[in-house]
């Protein structure tokens, strides 16, 4: 069994060692968030990110431990950034003790950031580093619920819930490009090519909810509508659930 390295931020952090003033650990992150960007996370290595940089591949070792320390660092910095919305930023500022709209902005905030980088979301799905970033937005997730009477469990629950929806939502957005990007056949491509195979599928008449689906569904489904109706069922389903916490609450109080 490998043995478990200690997180790349609870090591001290190297400075290189000679002269090197093109480079530093955040120009090298950069870079490789900017490769990942354009061409994908499996294009990302040392050798790479030195060509891009115009330096030798052993100078990044300097700086750099590891590949692995290398995604937790990317990954670390873009969960650092932040978008305006609607009532504010991701982060802030939302009406005190507004639960919707604080989880709302998180929610709308997180969406765009893995928009923006797509490789993210697979690697982040089973264990996501705990970099400043990732341990700041956590708490900031936990506090949007705070001052509610919930758990932390239930706090926990609420915020993973809306995370989820949003991951899921974006993962069908992002693999509709990724398709476009692997085979460079369009969404219109396939359906054309699909079709007639659907046509005749369907008229066996063993599918009748997906033939009234295929025939008659809006075909102009605005994604942006899509999504903010989706993140509003979400959080009107946590609201039920917030009612009946406090409702079971309540009744455990009443007894004592």
Avoid at 32 to 46: F, H, K, P, R, T
Wanted: charged share 25%; net charge negative; glycine share 12%.
């Amino acid at each position: 069994m490998a043995e478990a390295r200690t997180p790349v931020w609870a090591r001290p952090r190297s400075a290189g060692r000679g002269p090197q003033p093109s480079l530093s650990v955040t120009t090298i992150v950069d870079a490789a968030i900017a490769l990942a960007d354009a061409e994908g996370v499996e294009a990302v290595s040392m050798r790479r990110i030195a060509s891009e940089l115009g330096v030798g591949t052993m100078s990044l070792y300097r700086y750099v431990e590891t590949k692995d320390d290398l995604l937790d660092l990317m990954i670390d910095q873009v969960m650092g950034e932040r978008v305006v919305v609607a009532g504010g930023t991701d982060a802030g500022p939302a009406p005190a003790g507004d639960w919707r709209a604080r989880l709302r902005a998180i929610a709308v905030g997180y969406r765009a950031m893995l928009l923006r980088h797509p490789w993210v979301l697979a690697i982040t799905a089973s264990r996501p580093p705990l970099g400043p970033n990732m341990l700041d937005n956590t708490e900031r997730m936990l506090g949007a619920m705070d001052g509610l009477g919930l758990g932390i469990d239930a706090m926990a629950g609420f915020g993973w819930t809306v995370m989820a929806f949003v991951r899921g939502f974006v993962m069908s957005e992002i693999a509709e490009v990724e398709t476009i990007r692997r085979t460079g056949q369009t969404e219109d491509d396939y359906r054309r090519s699909a079709g007639p195979y659907l046509v005749r599928v369907l008229a066996e008449g063993k599918h009748p909810l997906l033939a009234r689906f295929v025939h008659d569904a809006d075909d102009d489904r605005d994604v942006e509508e899509g999504f903010g109706h989706g993140l509003e069922v979400v959080l009107d389903g946590l609201a039920v659930e917030l009612g009946r916490l406090s409702v079971a609450g309540d009744s455990v109080s009443g007894t004592n």
